[in-house]
């Protein structure tokens, strides 16, 4: 198949994270994010989730390089992870690479070597037989841009992720007459950021979250604790410009947050007056008045700045009786219940809390139905593919497509994996390569599989009951009591009774049992399983472990 | 305190379920609910959270009655756990006793016995020294009710669940005019429901879904299965209403729905023609188009009908290309992942799914703050008890009732455990008893406490490892190798290797160590520890086990 172009979609469809997507012509691979994937509540102690490599694996020289549409972790966190493996130019904004280089000397340390190039609107870069013409368009991180590329088969657009915020507070307005004069030569496919598909209309501005802003910054009656993402540098923005307003200085919590703050400040995407900013130390012995604070953990998470503070376990802030705070985001689906249980603690502890819907202190960084209208109007592409998001919501982005007009047929609804032939006749499924998550818990990546994940499944909802047998080498005659150890199955007060019961249950089984170390195993193993059953109704994982003393 | 009327409750404050209150004067016990919470997300392997009845185990002859408020397992569930210690009449609409019947029937099988009292709006039931006035109000469940009680310091009111809706579909409307009359006499103090306390306006009439409904029966080109909860019977007689217009039959799956449906249809409160309800075979062999289905499992629950039709693995219905797939409910906060993936399942094996906020098709069973407000206005109490809700649902309960003029040091928000002396001149918490969570997991109640639940936290997170050390009995030396055995830490693959790595470290740590079993077990512990995290930086469980043999 040589000659045609193909996309491989390694990571975001049919899930939220780890985008990763390769255009492939010939024996050149252009590759475009390389994200991660926070991991769902049922996967249990897994740190990140990264996309599957192994279709590069034998077509390590064909990568010509990598392009990342803008700096969010589920576009950037599995670089480290795929830099491991192979060698290749990273292209992107200033800001990007800023965050990129960062993530890169951290992960590397003294190994850290890599070939940052920057990339702005306007431009046009060869990559292999690839030409690439970055288009901005807004998002909620600066920088943000979409892929026009031509190939050798015809010119693609993808929209990496966006909204149409004709208002933004930092970084650039949306460049539809860049996205209109690339189109005007025509489009072979479009591939866009489904996120918002089951959002009805146009996502606000980011413009219009200021008036509830104000009017907090203006009435509260002591500091204005404001909750966002780490990354979401308009919003810090935004919360300066007001500040200022207001005579308030900005202090920062959250070493995230911090470093973000201090990138961005560095390479001019924050505008930040003289004084505007000052640290945590100082602004604990301003008026209360003067202070606003921003902080990371805005979606409970246990670790981060606010959850501390609402806990009352944060190093370098106490939450006070006049306080406000505004949690400036939505939970992320998944974590509804440690938000709720954030917002629990701090009525208690402050003046005010203020949260969506409560107020209008948050929007979305995602297109909604309108504005996915609107690109896919301006591009008006032969074929589409909605890309980034859950099933459900590229199923709907398919059936927006479908009812501007688009035929049927022309519409891929393809899956991580699917290798996906693209030519002027038509587009076809040729093929499929591993596109199934890879976990990283600690420093394995890939070592934990669905087996380790069922096993800490069990573990979680039964505990577990080891049983240690000892028997004689060559007669497998019981050398001693078998000796179990349970945890996470009952509690220790009553765990003696229940442990006699046990060990009278493996007695009886093993001397009604034949002396193979299998059929111990197997009836010690039972006769646990229905003891335990039997007594308390619940099901800890069994592992009964037949043990040959030599003497 | 005697002679002093006590508020006392034992749950639904600071939580969503197992509402329990008791109303205590002199050695006189009035008990308002005994319900049920489903565990929380961290709660592992929890089935069920119940009340703490500590309290009463010393007074259980004072209990005088239980008066339920209405039939939702939050305020019913845990009446068996209370029944196997108390004995005392319960009192309830015709409804609820029916429902209670059966819970109590299934639960003490032969040992059933229970003293069922009816009652209804516009009854004064002597309950000891406590008169108690039924009011019918609105609620996702017919025969729902708030109760006035005169005690001998005065009359209060309690609202049970409830919104104000002046068309519900089945069930009665609101009875202000008997709130108001009740009231007029002057009322001590109301203990209202906060649930829906962060939401402004007014909730929605369940009548209010009919277009969307009546629209989805008209187009749809099949089947239409509808999602509710099993105990939302307004729902049914709605389906069953708009079906009839259309020529479809309804089915029901799910077995608490189908018990909720015979019991409601039974005791009148299901209006169903003749005709108008068939079996599930019957329905399988109907045209499509003449066929509507209610089932279970609107929450995303793996075990419940909807979720084992997304998946494939249902009975006997199996999703067809033209079904639509309604969800008439919105996810209670921690099932939104369940519910989402059940979404994504759904969107590929059916012609549409149809949910909130997508269309119309479900409204809240609690009152918005207008509703709340209109029954403070109507109720003007002398003092204010947020009651049923989350922390923050009681705090900004509070916040409306002090908004209405009730002065602050009029409103309590206390909590589960508290007790309140309540009395003309004040109210005032003096004392406190165990109000905490009373754990239910298979047949033991109250025997998993933190210790348990931290265990299966960190056996969910990194698995067990567990070593058998054999020493001989006198000398403590070892008299075999060290065994290990570990499961959800390493991929079996790998494991063998680690495992290796894991006997040697153990094996040179017992070397160096000193020969008294507990030095040993530390000393494997430690060596066990600091070998995996090193390896995996994992954090496993290690839990070792020193055997002393005979020989």
């Not at 994982?541 to 030599?550: G, I, T």
């Amino acid at each position: 198949m040589a000659n045609k172009l193909r996309f491989i979609p390694l990571g975001g469809l049919s899930e939220i994270g780890r985008n990763m997507t390769l255009f492939e012509y010939g024996k050149n691979i252009l590759i475009v994010d390389v994200g991660v994937m926070f991991p769902e509540a049922d996967m249990l102690g897994i740190d990140l989730v990264i996309p599957n490599f192994e279709y590069l694996r034998d077509k390590k020289d064909w990568v010509r390089g990598i392009v990342i549409t803008h700096g969010h972790e589920d576009h950037t966190g599995a670089l480290p992870y795929l830099l491991e493996e192979i060698n290749a130019p990273i292209y992107s904004t200033r800001l990007v690479l800023a965050l990129v280089e960062r993530k890169l000397r951290e992960y590397f340390g003294k190994r850290y070597r890599a070939s940052l190039n920057e990339i702005n609107g306007g431009d046009v870069i060869k990559v292999g037989p690839f030409t690439v013409h970055p288009v901005p368009l807004s998002h909620s991180i600066p920088d943000s841009m979409a892929l026009a590329i031509d190939t050798p088969v015809g010119r693609i657009i993808h929209s990496g992720d966006f909204k149409i915020d004709f208002t933004p507070i930092s970084g650039d307005a949306p460049d539809l007459t860049g996205i209109a004069s690339l189109a005007a030569e025509g489009v072979l496919a479009l591939f866009s950021d489904s996120t918002g598909a089951e959002r009805a209309g146009f996502t606000p501005s980011e413009k219009t979250i200021e008036p509830a802003f104000d009017k907090i910054m203006r009435e509260a009656p002591g500091r204005v604790i404001v909750a966002s993402f780490a990354s979401l540098l308009s919003r810090l923005q935004l919360m300066i410009d007001i500040s200022q307003r207001y005579n308030r200085k900005v202090a920062i919590a959250g070493r995230s947050m911090s470093q973000n703050f201090e990138s961005a400040r560095k390479l001019g995407y924050l505008k930040v007056p003289k004084g505007a900013h000052v640290r945590l130390e100082t602004a604990n012995k301003l008026p209360a008045t003067q202070v606003t604070m921003m902080v990371t953990g805005s979606q409970g998470q246990p670790e981060a700045a606010l959850a501390r503070m609402a806990a009352g376990t944060h190093r370098d802030i106490t939450l006070r009786k006049n306080d406000t705070v505004v949690i400036s985001s939505n939970p992320i689906p998944g974590n509804e219940e440690e938000v709720a249980r954030m917002i629990n603690q701090l009525v208690d502890r402050v003046h005010e809390v203020v949260y969506p819907p409560l107020a209008h202190v948050h929007v979305s960084g995602h297109a909604s139905q309108e504005e996915m209208k609107l690109l896919i109007s301006l591009v008006r592409p032969r074929f589409f593919v909605p890309v980034h998001g859950e099933r459900r919501h590229l199923h709907f982005h398919a059936r927006l497509a479908e009812s501007m007009g688009i035929a049927k047929d022309h519409i891929f609804e393809v899956q991580n994996g699917d290798i996906l032939e693209i030519g002027p006749a038509g587009c076809k499924v040729v093929d499929k390569t591993p596109g199934g998550y890879v976990f990283v818990d600690g420093t394995g990546v890939g070592d934990i599989g669905p087996k380790v994940l069922r096993e800490r499944e069990a573990l979680a909802k039964g505990g577990f009951v080891t049983v240690f047998i000892p028997v004689h080498k060559h007669s497998r005659q019981l050398a001693g009591s078998p000796r179990i150890v349970t945890r996470g199955v009952v509690y220790s007060e009553q765990a003696e009774e229940v442990l006699k019961g046990a060990e009278d249950a493996v007695q009886t089984a093993l001397k009604r049992s034949k002396h193979t170390k299998s059929a111990l195993e197997n009836n010690a193993k039972d006769a646990l399983s229905r003891y335990f059953y039997k007594t308390t109704r619940r099901q800890p994982l069994v592992v009964p472990v037949v043990v040959e003393m030599e003497h």
